[in-house]
């Protein structure tokens, strides 16, 4: 059982470039969760979905797009990256009860954008 | 939209000591309240977390107290150590609303 799984660990992308995080989990949860966060900060939702084939907007999701195409995996692009997409990005689950239960976190992407 | 402050931002106590840090929120129908720790490069993990019908929860050397009609709610951490040394971040949920708001944190250090 790996949990919540977050590939990759750390990017570098050059200004305009696209690129993929990929989250999977193997916990059969239903709810699945986008964050971002910068130095400082708490953790602000960028989209999230509440089951396969959905997703909706968070707090900060311009600049960033979200598919569900299976229940297990949640997949967050950035089109054409900002360098104030700089960030850490977090993803996390949590079961079919929504959120008034535990959120499992991954270990969280790295990613610069220059 | 729901509004979440935390308090201080920073704080460092003896170890030994305790630690208290305290959030507000601006939602009423709020009704779930869990803490997170961060250890430096890690992952937030659930360390304690309270319901709207409850007042006060225990866990060892880590307890909640939530005053609904004040709109806050505290992480109380007993005889500090070392390794309570992170960031602690308090969230906020509603029942109908899908999403969690996280305060900006509390960096806490525990000088041994």
């Known amino acids: 059982n790996a949990g919540v799984t977050q590939t990759p660990k750390f990017r570098v992308l050059k200004t305009g470039q696209s690129m993929t995080l990929l989250c999977a989990q193997d916990?059969?949860?239903?709810?699945m969760y986008w964050y971002r966060q910068d130095p400082g900060m708490g953790l602000r939702l960028i989209h999230y979905?509440?089951?396969?084939?959905?997703?909706a907007k968070g707090e900060v999701p311009d600049g960033y797009n979200v598919s569900r195409l299976k229940k297990q995996n949640f997949l967050l692009g950035l089109e054409s990256a900002a360098p104030s997409q700089t960030s850490v990005y977090f993803c996390?689950?949590?079961?079919?009860?929504?959120?008034?239960?535990?959120?499992?976190f991954g270990p969280g992407t790295r990613l610069l954008v220059l | 939209g729901e509004n979440v402050e935390q308090h201080p931002s920073t704080l460092s106590v003896q170890e030994g000591d305790s630690a208290v840090i305290k959030c507000t929120y601006s939602?009423?129908?709020?009704?779930?309240f869990p803490w997170y720790k961060q250890e430096l490069g890690k992952r937030p993990q659930l360390i304690i977390d309270?319901?709207?019908?409850?007042g006060e929860k225990k866990d060892q050397r880590i307890a909640v107290t939530l005053n609904k009609t004040a709109k806050h709610f505290s992480l109380h951490i007993t005889e500090t150590q070392p390794e309570d040394s992170a960031v602690y971040f308090c969230?906020?949920?509603?029942?109908?609303?899908?999403?969690?708001?996280f305060g900006p944190g509390t960096s806490l250090s525990v000088i041994p």
């Open positions: 309270i319901r709207s019908n409850v």
């Open positions: 916990m059969n949860h239903e709810y």
């Open positions: 996390a689950s949590t079961e079919l009860a929504g959120v008034q239960e535990t959120q499992y």
């Open positions: 939602d009423s129908a709020s009704n779930y």
């Open positions: 979905s509440v089951g396969e084939g959905t997703t």
């Open positions: 969230a906020v949920v509603k029942t109908s609303y899908d999403k969690v708001i």
